[in-house]
């Protein structure tokens, strides 16, 4: 990170550097002062007072910060299990209640439809009200829907209560929630977390997200053995919204800790919501990062949604694309956990993110051309493994890479931005694909189901999610850098927080 000459008096300059060591924890984390220590404290603040120079900050963090990370982490993995706790079970749902497959494939699509414009409101709400009022919203919008879910499949009540209707109401409050769950991670980072824990605690808390939804595409198939076992599923998914719902309303009592955990935390949210759109808007390294991480979310959607589709075509069975979802999310948590405590640890946001967009490609690349062989199991899963490795662990670093390039707007506003494009490049990506494709013609070798009687085309489907790729790693060619270049990033705000005070 480059020096800012002439832009700080000396005073700053000592304060900055006599800040590292001053942060302490009430768990320990912090040095113990001896009396050599209180006695070197005490010259130091009288010479600082002799010259006029201010007294270095104070900062404390605290342990409850990992409570708070833990319900958070609770609240989204419980979300994600309710959002596609219907896509691996459909044929059996559609059975249960008498509806179409397509009417049971809204019950995921309307957390997307649902996103776009709630995430505005919910950026404003993050960066105006905070995080607990955020997080206990959205915890008891998530445990009413699952229960309205549970409630409306029961055939004991009465019928006003019962069917699909009132089970797309509990569905439609979950996916309200879901906003106010996927922006908070950056937010509880900032606020609670000390500077070299901030990308590990960002990474845990959205990395639960993806592990909600290997839970749910694991457990709907074992516990509906049968269309009976239904409303077991849903009963059993509504117990850790309720445990989340409860943590948060009792638990988390202040949005932020008594005392910062660093200087940027001092000057978190400093601007007003409409002022910071705007300047995100015009920040033109945070635009490069906007429009290249929401194609890579808009590729990794669509071949999450498409994949047993692209695969049936050349034999491949249910079973075995199920085995490639699950290796893609799981190897994704591994490479996020790797990647986030070595960015803790290096500072090196804008490498990693390169590094990673950059081999994400090639891996979307290499997929585009095994996905059209048959019989390529070792190849085809291989494949999926490493695109799940290094695109996930894109999601949390560039998350944090959005605020640190965005500084001082708002953490909710900045990440907020980018889950928008992700959500609008998903929709365009997923109905261009959709278009892709051709009537099947009598195949010896497709495991295509009557009711998929269309298939992705193979070069063109496969072709154009390499093609988001490519789009990745032209953007992380022209993104030079320039966020931690930029005028004032947040981690001049720890180094020399007068400086980028507002």
């Known amino acids: 990170m480059g020096e800012h000459p002439g832009t700080c008096s000396d005073g700053v300059r000592l304060m900055s550097e006599t800040r590292a060591g001053t942060d302490q924890d009430e768990d320990?984390?912090?040095?113990?002062?001896?009396?050599?220590?209180?006695?070197h404290k005490d010259d130091e603040d009288r010479r600082r007072d002799e010259e006029g120079v201010p007294h270095a900050p104070q900062f404390q963090v605290f342990r409850r910060r990992w409570f708070v990370l833990s319900v958070l982490c609770l609240l989204n993995c419980s979300n994600a299990m309710l959002w596609l706790s219907f896509a691996p079970v459909a044929d059996q749902t559609a059975q249960y209640l008498r509806v179409s497959v397509d009417q049971v494939n809204w019950l995921s699509i309307v957390y997307m439809v649902v996103a776009i414009p709630v995430s505005f409101m919910t950026t404003w709400m993050l960066d105006t009200w905070g995080l607990r009022v955020s997080l206990v919203l959205g915890s008891w919008l998530n445990m009413v829907g699952g229960i309205l879910r549970y409630i409306s499949i029961l055939k004991p009540v009465p019928a006003v209560m019962w069917g699909f209707p009132v089970l797309?109401?509990?569905?439609?409050l979950c996916a309200l929630a879901q906003p106010l769950v996927i922006f908070s991670p950056t937010k509880l980072a900032a606020l609670w977390f000390p500077v070299h824990q901030r990308a590990t605690a960002n990474m845990l808390a959205s990395m639960a997200n993806p592990v909600g939804l290997l839970c749910a595409n694991i457990l709907s198939p074992l516990i509906v053995e049968s269309t009976n076992n239904l409303p077991l599923m849903l009963g059993i998914y509504a117990v850790p919204a309720a445990v989340a719902c409860l943590l948060a309303t009792l638990?988390?009592?202040?949005?932020?800790?008594p005392s910062p955990p660093s200087a940027s935390a001092e000057t978190s949210t400093s601007e007003p919501f409409f002022q910071g759109m705007k300047l995100l808007l015009r920040n033109r390294p945070y635009m490069i990062l906007l429009l290249c991480f929401g194609g890579g979310t808009g590729a990794f959607t669509a071949f999450?949604?498409?994949?047993?589709?692209?695969?049936c075509v050349k034999g491949y069975t249910d079973d075995f694309a199920g085995l490639c979802g699950a290796l893609f999310i799981f190897c994704g948590v591994l490479g996020a956990a790797i990647v986030g405590l070595c960015v803790d640890r290096t500072k090196q946001f804008t490498e990693a993110?390169?590094?990673?967009m950059s081999l994400s490609a090639l891996a979307l690349t290499a997929f585009a051309v095994v996905s059209q062989m048959q019989d390529q199991r070792v190849a085809v899963a291989t494949v999926c493994s490493l695109l799940g490795f290094f695109g996930f662990a894109?999601?949390?670093i560039a998350m944090e890479l959005s605020v640190e390039c965005s500084y001082p707007v708002g953490e909710a506003s900045s990440s907020g931005l980018i889950f928008v494009s992700g959500q609008v490049q998903s929709i365009i990506y997923t109905m261009v694909l959709q278009a892709l494709t051709q009537e099947l013609a009598d195949s010896p070798f497709s495991t295509c189901e009557a009711l998929s009687w269309r298939g992705t085309k193979g070069p063109w489907g496969g072709g154009f999610i390499g093609g988001g790729g490519g789009g990745q790693e032209w953007g992380t060619g022209h993104f030079?850098?320039?966020?931690?270049?930029?005028?004032?990033n947040r981690a001049d705000g720890d180094r020399v927080p007068e400086q980028c005070r507002p």
């Open 28 to 39: 320990g984390d912090g040095d113990d002062n001896d009396d050599n220590d209180d006695d």
């Open 168 to 172: 797309m109401f509990g569905q439609t």
């Open 251 to 257: 638990g988390i009592q202040r949005s932020v800790p």
């Open 304 to 311: 999450s949604t498409l994949l047993e589709q692209i695969l």
């Open 353 to 356: 993110t390169k590094v990673n």
């Open 394 to 396: 894109v999601y949390p």
């Open 480 to 488: 030079s850098g320039k966020c931690m270049q930029a005028k004032c």
